[in-house]
């Protein structure tokens, strides 16, 4: 205990720092401009605004992306309220009940009671972080590369699976994640391979040129796609604020004090799952929330507890994913990959001793993100007008300013414009991916994932004599491949049963 | 167009398997994994998934007649925007950054904001400097290009 609390006093005196916490402001409030945009969500703003923290210190442009990253949730939520479209899929379950609350004229209430609720949702979470990641790093220095290597499978195994109708696509993409990490120097014979003899290939491809172009350029290709161009002024619900009917009274949160831990703690169990994230945290929690309410027929009908939920659990979600990533380096969603990515540039590479070897960056990471979550609370309350404004600016003119952005940041990475043209490439192919129930998000997850799953594969076959026994010799390695079969045979399982249900209700619909 | 992209990422699974088996080293001295060792175990994996993907499409088209698959929207659009943005890419180190960025911006909002000249016209010279500046700012290095028009 005493050593947390010299652990939390080393991260505030990072936090706290002038220059910190400007950058905090900073990330805050580009999080929720990223989340107010559609098809700019949290993965698209950290990579496209990561070539940006390069002339900053590591801590402070570490404590910006992350800004960004939960800033984003509070965001995305505004448009789930007042324009029923989420801006974020994390924020999908928060429609459900946001959006009829604003209808009922409870817009200013439902946009006040998202704010408190992703606060003490990212409050909870932090706390949660402080309480097991540690536990969890020591827990992590026992393991070996076997151990690593059937982490990281079981987390992209979790991602494909948990990312909807076409597991099989998910899986695909997570493949030509790693097949474009093969291009380059071998880390360990120093082999060429894929480079076609040209000088740009040998230091293989930057993983943020490929998460711009499938975040980036891809996702506004199928903005463009879905229309979005055309909308002049969005038909969303007015508020007014700072009057009576904007504040929130006591029966929302006396309905709401139980929702507000319950959400959050699930979210945070959703979270640290590798491959799960907020997503799946928010949609959790309002399905816990809904079973254990005694009015479940509000649900859907603007009940405060059905928009409080998801809103803790997306952003207590957004907390636990720091764990996996924090001590055992592996993440567990697109923009965590993106976070972890950004690690490894600056040359921190998050593991086992990584909170042990690093206390002022880690500490002050997870500092930050307490002072973060209450600027955002105020900022949410105090400057809601302002962000409530920016709906009303149409995509047509957002739209080549994201170009530029991609362009422009790219091309600052190491001043190659050969890696502008990668990055249109990857743009086209994520634009396709996307329409075709790929998953970019897999691509980037896989390509940061790849060196250390390829390193620790080679490792344990050589550690086993090149048998693939090291996977149930070591009783950890066991586990989580026992683990890994089982998910694969609930997926195929359900996948089966789906079919049949699908099969049956057509069987019996009247001709 | 779904099948079309599931055969092309078929062909390239096919040629990455291939080239790592032909160009590269499976298994290294003693016994050890090679530089093509993973390559080839990632390209054999995507063989097998994409060959899958293509073989669902050619029964679905053995049955429907056709492939069910949703057409793109908006094509003509996002070609253009496609087209103007390879254009700002080749003229981007010759005109410079700050040059290029303005012509990209008109380019763009010539396509999707006609009829606003005196808006597009502002909006196109303000967020291009107020990018340069940033960029600058941040010791970017930004190409000046053969007009050094550099604020």
């Not at chain 1, 463009?224 to 055309?230: K, V």
């Not at chain 1, 050969?418 to 990055?423: H, I, M, P, R």
């Amino acid at each position: 205990m005493t050593e947390l609390f010299s652990n939390l006093a080393t991260g505030l005196s990072v936090a706290f720092s002038p220059h910190n916490l400007l950058f905090l402001v900073i990330g805050v409030f580009v999080g929720m401009v990223v989340g107010i945009f559609p098809g700019f969500g949290p993965s698209a703003g950290i990579a496209i605004l990561l070539p940006m923290t390069f002339g900053l210190e590591p801590t402070t442009a570490i404590i910006m992306l992350a800004g960004i990253y939960y800033g984003s949730m509070y965001g995305a939520t505004i448009t789930s309220i007042l324009i029923n479209t989420p801006g974020e899929a994390a924020t999908v379950a928060s429609t459900i009940d946001g959006y009829p609350l604003a209808r009922n004229g409870r817009a200013g209430p439902a946009l006040v009671m998202q704010a408190v609720a992703s606060f003490v949702g990212g409050t909870i979470g932090v706390i949660l972080i402080c309480a097991f990641a540690p536990s969890l790093s020591n827990l992590a220095s026992s393991f070996g590369p076997p151990e690593y290597f059937m982490i990281i499978a079981l987390g992209l195994l979790l991602l494909t699976t948990m990312m909807g109708e076409n597991k099989l696509n998910g899986l695909i993409s997570a493949l030509f994640g790693f097949a474009i990490s093969t291009v380059g120097v071998d880390i360990i014979t120093g082999a060429q391979r894929y480079t076609f003899g040209s000088p740009e290939l040998i230091g293989g491809i930057d993983f943020v040129v490929i998460a711009i172009g499938l975040f980036g350029i891809g996702e506004l290709l199928y903005c463009i796609h879905s229309g979005l161009h055309r909308e002049e002024k969005k038909d969303r619900i007015k508020v007014t604020f700072g009057g009576k009917g904007f504040w929130p009274d006591a029966k929302d949160f006396i309905e709401s004090k139980f929702t507000l831990i319950r959400g959050s703690i699930l979210g945070f169990i959703g979270g640290v799952l590798p491959g799960s994230g907020a997503t799946l945290g928010s949609i959790m929690a309002y399905s816990l929330e809904k079973k254990v309410s005694k009015t479940p027929e509000k649900f859907g009908k603007g009940h405060m507890p059905g928009l409080v939920a998801p809103e803790a659990g997306n952003n207590a979600a957004s907390a636990g994913a720091m764990v996996p990533m924090l001590t055992l380096g592996i993440p567990g969603s697109g923009s965590t990959a993106v976070l972890l990515g950004a690690f490894l540039m600056w040359g921190l590479t998050p593991g086992p001793l990584f909170m042990e070897q690093n206390p002022e960056f880690s500490w002050g990471l997870i500092t930050s993100m307490y002072l973060g979550n209450m600027m955002l609370l105020l900022v949410n309350i105090v400057a809601i007008p302002l962000f409530v404004k920016l709906l009303d600016i149409p995509y047509k003119l957002i739209l080549p300013a994201i170009i530029i952005l991609c362009i422009v940041g790219t091309f600052s990475l190491h001043g190659n414009i050969v890696e502008v043209w990668f990055l249109l490439i990857a743009g086209v192919i994520g634009f396709f991916m996307k329409l075709y129930g790929y998953s970019p998000a897999a691509v980037v997850l896989a390509l940061v994932l790849a060196p250390l799953a390829e390193k620790t594969l080679r490792q344990s076959l050589l550690l086993s004599e090149g048998s693939l026994g090291f996977l149930v010799t070591r009783p950890i390695t066991l586990g989580l491949l026992i683990s890994f079969f089982i998910i694969v045979f609930a997926s195929v399982f359900f996948s089966y049963r789906k079919g049949k249900n699908i099969n049956n209700n057509n069987d019996i619909t009247p001709r | 167009m779904r099948f079309w992209l599931n055969i092309a990422f078929f062909v390239f699974s096919l040629m990455f398997t291939i080239y790592g088996l032909t160009t590269l080293k499976f298994m290294a001295a003693a016994g050890r994994p090679g530089s093509g060792f993973f390559p080839v175990v990632i390209g054999s994996f995507l063989i097998l998934t994409t060959a899958v993907n293509v073989v669902k499409d050619l029964r679905e088209m053995k049955k429907n007649g056709k492939i069910e698959s949703s057409g793109i929207n908006f094509g003509k659009e996002i070609l253009w925007t496609i087209i103007v943005t390879i254009i700002f890419v080749f003229i981007f180190k010759f005109l410079g950054g700050l040059l290029s960025m303005i012509l990209f911006m008109l380019g763009i909002l010539f396509i999707y904001n006609r009829g606003k000249l005196l808006q597009n016209a502002l909006y196109s010279v303000i967020f291009p400097v107020l990018m340069y500046m940033l960029f600058e700012w941040l010791n970017a290095g930004l190409p000046k290009g053969i007009i050094d028009i550099g604020i």
